[in-house]
């Protein structure tokens, strides 16, 4: 299994990002992607997670109305929509692959490389 995130970048506040993991090497098309990402000095934390095969989504409280998961099943893609983007999101951003959505990272055996997303001022 392989995960690969992009679009990550530097974004002023208030702008928008759309994050994109390519996932490959599943067995089957029923598998979770979750986004977390982790500040320096923070916790790792989970952002939104989707089912793949039934299109199940969860989001962190502290997530909605500004980040929308979704999935182009074609593509083998899931994509992280961030918009009104403030200082404190500036993190680097991972996607992760387990059997079930969720956003405990203990659950997700595997993950990309990560993609920094740095929101200024």
């Known amino acids: 299994v392989q995960l690969a995130e992009s679009g990550g970048a530097l974004v002023q506040a208030g702008g928008s990002l759309r994050l994109s993991c390519a996932a490959s090497?599943?067995?089957?098309?029923?598998?979770?992607i979750a986004w977390f990402r982790q500040a320096p000095g923070k916790e790792r934390e989970g952002i939104s997670c989707?089912?793949?095969?039934?299109?199940?989504?969860d989001l962190a409280d502290a997530m909605k109305g500004r980040f929308t998961i979704s999935n182009d099943i074609a593509k083998s893609t899931v994509y992280l929509q961030m918009d009104s983007l403030a200082l404190e999101d500036t993190a680097v951003y991972y996607c992760?692959?387990?059997?079930?959505?969720?956003?405990?990272?203990?659950?997700?055996?595997?993950w990309g490389q990560g993609t920094q997303v740095t929101v200024s001022s």
């Open positions: 090497g599943f067995t089957s098309d029923d598998y979770a």
């Open positions: 989707i089912s793949t095969s039934e299109g199940i989504t």
């Open positions: 992760a692959a387990a059997p079930v959505c969720g956003m405990v990272a203990a659950w997700y055996a595997w």
